[in-house]
């Protein structure tokens, strides 16, 4: 699938997801998306970035416009080294938080967007990839 | 660091963010206007949220947070303006924000503000000075 564009970005504090929201928004805008999809990316983006830095130690953001025929999608790819996921369907759950969140990170930004993955292992880190189709 | 104003109208506080908040904000935020409720003895929060593109799961937090301890406190808070695209992402987002209570707007927010200030002194259940 040609990339027509990408960049990459840290994800390493609280400062960084808010530059993260404004550089998805950019790219989102740039790619024609409507309001409500560029709100619905930039949200998910938020909650993964913000996973990234509280339990994966910080990271990194790989974000790249997509184009398929007369389609254009932003793709996130989100990755840390940190302590992993060790349940992941757990993880996954409305509700479930390891930390001091509302357990709608993960399965929320899922829901957010139409292309949803998540590897992770134990001590192995975690990357999330999300993408959003206009 | 920035700073979100709070201002206060006879009895109610009146917060309009008008940033990209970052969490620590979100949090600062929320502590100062507790204080602010003790201190002012307001008996409404409105927060205008109208200029704020997101609203993810933190920041919902720190709404549902607001209301809560506002409402311990014996203060009534309603959040105003949200955006329709705001409000779209969030139910599917699954945050339903149950607890907070919402108005379109500032004016609308502010006659709710009243109206339930109102019958709760009319119930007697007001605070007593």
């Given amino acids: 699938m040609p990339v027509e564009a990408s960049e990459t970005m840290p994800v390493q504090s609280g400062d960084d997801v808010v530059r993260v929201r404004q550089a998805v928004r950019a790219r989102a805008v740039a790619a024609g998306f409507s309001l409500v999809d560029q709100t619905k990316i930039v949200t998910a983006a938020s909650e993964i970035a913000r996973n990234t830095v509280d339990y994966g130690g910080g990271g990194t953001l790989c974000l790249e416009v997509l184009r398929e025929g007369a389609r254009r999608g932003v793709r996130l790819t989100f990755a840390d080294s940190g302590p992993g996921i060790a349940d992941l369907e757990q993880a996954m759950t409305d509700g479930y938080t390891s930390g001091n969140g509302l357990g709608l990170g993960l399965s929320g930004a899922k829901r957010l967007c139409n292309e949803f993955s998540v590897k992770s292992a134990r001590d192995q880190g975690t990357i999330v990839t999300l993408a959003r189709w206009r | ?129």
């Fill in chain 2, 1 to 129: 660091m920035d700073e979100i104003p709070i201002l206060k109208i006879r009895d109610c506080l009146l917060v309009s963010i008008q940033v990209d908040m970052h969490d620590r904000l979100a949090l600062a935020l929320q502590d100062d206007l507790t204080n602010r409720i003790v201190e002012s003895r307001a008996r409404g929060v409105m927060i205008d949220i109208s200029a704020l593109e997101i609203v993810d799961s933190f920041i919902g937090r720190m709404l549902n947070n607001i209301a809560g301890m506002s409402r311990v406190l014996d203060a009534v808070t309603v959040v105003v303006g949200m955006r329709p695209a705001v409000a779209i992402t969030l139910v599917e987002l699954g945050l339903t924000l149950t607890g907070v209570r919402t108005a379109l707007n500032v004016d609308k927010g502010l006659a709710m503000i009243r109206r339930i200030i109102d019958a709760e002194e009319g119930g007697g259940a007001g605070r007593s000075e």
